[in-house]
C-alpha cells in the first residue's frame, strides 16, 4: 500500500472516531470484538487518543486505557485492534528509552518525542542563528547521551559572504566540538541527500523553533509523503504552519524498496525549549567544550560566575571558550537552581 493512500486511510479514520465519540471502549470489551494484544507504534496522539501503526503499517485510531497518561510519537505499546471498526485501545505502554520531554503549562512535562536515538536540530540562517537555542536543545542531547546535528536551514535566503562570515563565527564553536553542521534548503534541496544519511536507520527527532523550517524539510526529505504541514491546526485555530503534535513518519513510504530505512518524528516548535534541570557538576558535563578546564578553579565547587581564579573564565578571557556558550551556560546554570527555590 503506497504512504499516500495510507494517510488517505488515517485521514478517514480520524474523521469517522470523531463522528462516533459514544461507542464506549468498555462496550466493544464486553461485546467482545476486542483482538488479542499486539504491539504497535504510536504515530501521533491527539487529545485523548493516539493513532497506532501495526506491524503492517495499517493505522488505527485508538482510545487510551486511562491509567496510562499521556503517549508521544514513538511510544511503543501494547494495543487491541476493533477490526471492523478500524479503531482500538491501547493497553499499556512498553519502557521508554531516550524520551524527549519540555516543560508545558502549569509546570507539567510535555513529551515531545519516544525511544529517539538521533535529535536534528533545525536553526534557520533567517531570521538568524541563535546559540543559545542549540545550547540547550545540545544540553538535551547531552544528558540523553544521544548524538545530535545542527541543521543550518534556510540557506537560499543567504545571499552576501558577511552574512555567511557572522552563521560561521556564531557557529565556529560547535564545529570545534565536532558537531556535524548541515547547511540545508528545502528551495534549493541542499544538504537533503547528506541528511539522510545521518538518519539510515535511526529514530530521529526534528526540534528547533517554530517557523525554523521542521516539516518542510521532512517533506523535502520525504518526497511522496503526503505530510498537510498545519492540518491539525487549522482545525484548532492556532495558524497554518504550525506543527501541534509531535508526528511520527517513516523514512521509507515502501519498506522493500526504499534505501532509506528508519523512522522522522516532527515535533512542534518551541519558544524556548528547556532541558530538564540538573546539578551544577552535571550542567558542566553537557559542555564538552569546557572538560579541559574543570577541576582548574580556585574553588572547588566554583559557578564560574563571579569567583576569583576560575578556569572557565580565563578560557573565555583567552579565547578558548565562546562567550556564547559561556552565556548559555550561566542562563541555564541559574534558571536550574532557581528551579530548587
Ligand atoms: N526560503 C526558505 N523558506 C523555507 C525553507 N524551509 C521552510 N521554509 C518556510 O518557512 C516557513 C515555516 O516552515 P515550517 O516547515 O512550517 O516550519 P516548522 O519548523 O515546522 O514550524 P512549526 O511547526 O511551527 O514548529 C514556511 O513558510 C516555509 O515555506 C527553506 O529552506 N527556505
Ligand atoms: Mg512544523
Ligand atoms: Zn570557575
Not at 493505522?59 to 477490526?83: E, M, P, S, T, Y
Request: charged share 20%; glycine share 8%.
Amino acid at each position: 500500500m503506497s504512504k499516500r493512500r495510507l494517510t488517505q486511510q488515517q485521514n478517514r479514520r480520524v474523521t469517522q472516531q470523531r463522528q462516533k465519540p459514544s461507542e464506549g471502549i468498555k462496550l466493544q470489551q464486553e461485546n467482545g470484538l476486542l483482538s488479542e494484544e499486539r504491539q504497535g507504534l504510536v504515530i501521533t496522539s491527539f487529545g485523548k487518543r493516539v493513532l497506532i501503526e501495526d506491524a503492517h503499517r495499517e493505522a488505527f485510531n485508538c482510545a487510551i486505557r486511562q491509567h496510562l497518561g499521556k503517549l508521544v510519537a514513538g511510544d511503543q505499546v501494547i494495543w487491541r485492534a476493533d477490526i471492523e471498526a478500524g479503531t482500538g485501545v491501547v493497553v499499556s505502554v512498553l519502557p521508554r528509552s531516550h524520551e524527549l520531554s519540555r516543560p508545558g503549562f502549569r509546570g507539567q512535562t510535555r513529551m515531545v518525542a519516544a525511544n529517539i536515538d538521533f535529535i536534528g536540530i533545525v536553526a534557520p540562517v533567517v531570521p538568524g542563528i541563535h546559540p543559545d537555542m542549540i545550547d540547550r536543545y545540545l544540553v538535551a542531547a547531552e544528558q540523553l547521551k544521544i548524538p545530535a546535528i545542527i541543521i543550518l536551514n534556510k540557506t537560499d535566503l543567504l545571499a552576501q559572504d558577511e552574512d555567511w562570515e557572522l552563521v560561521a563565527e556564531l557557529l565556529q564553536p560547535y564545529d570545534e566540538m565536532g558537531i556535524p553542521l548541515i547547511p540545508a534548503s528545502t528551495v534549493s534541496q541542499q544538504g537533503l541527500a547528506e541528511l539522510l544519511t545521518f538518519m539510515q536507520d535511526k529514530n530521529s527527532v526534528f526540534v528547533g523553533p517554530s517557523g525554523a523550517g521542521k516539516s518542510s524539510l521532512i517533506q523535502a526529505l520525504i518526497p511522496d509523503l503526503e505530510i498537510r504541514i498545519g492540518a491539525l491546526s487549522e482545525a484548532t485555530g492556532l495558524g497554518k504552519h504550525t506543527t501541534t503534535n509531535s508526528i511520527l513518519y517513516h523514512l521509507s513510504a515502501d519498506p522493500n524498496q526504499s534505501v532509506y530505512h528508519g523512522n522522522l518524528i516532527d515535533s512542534p516548535g518551541v519558544r524556548q525549549f528547556n532541558p530538564t534541570p540538573c546539578s551544577l557538576n552535571e550542567l558542566e558535563l553537557c559542555y564538552p567544550d569546557f572538560a579541559p578546564f574543570l577541576g582548574r578553579c580556585k574553588f572547588h565547587n566554583c559557578s564560574h560566575a563571579h569567583e576569583p581564579e576560575c578556569a572557565i573564565k580565563n578560557a573565555v578571557e583567552n579565547g578558548e571558550i565562546a562567550i556564547t556558550r559561556y552565556q548559555s551556560f550561566q542562563r541555564l546554570r541559574e534558571e536550574f537552581s532557581a528551579e530548587k527555590h
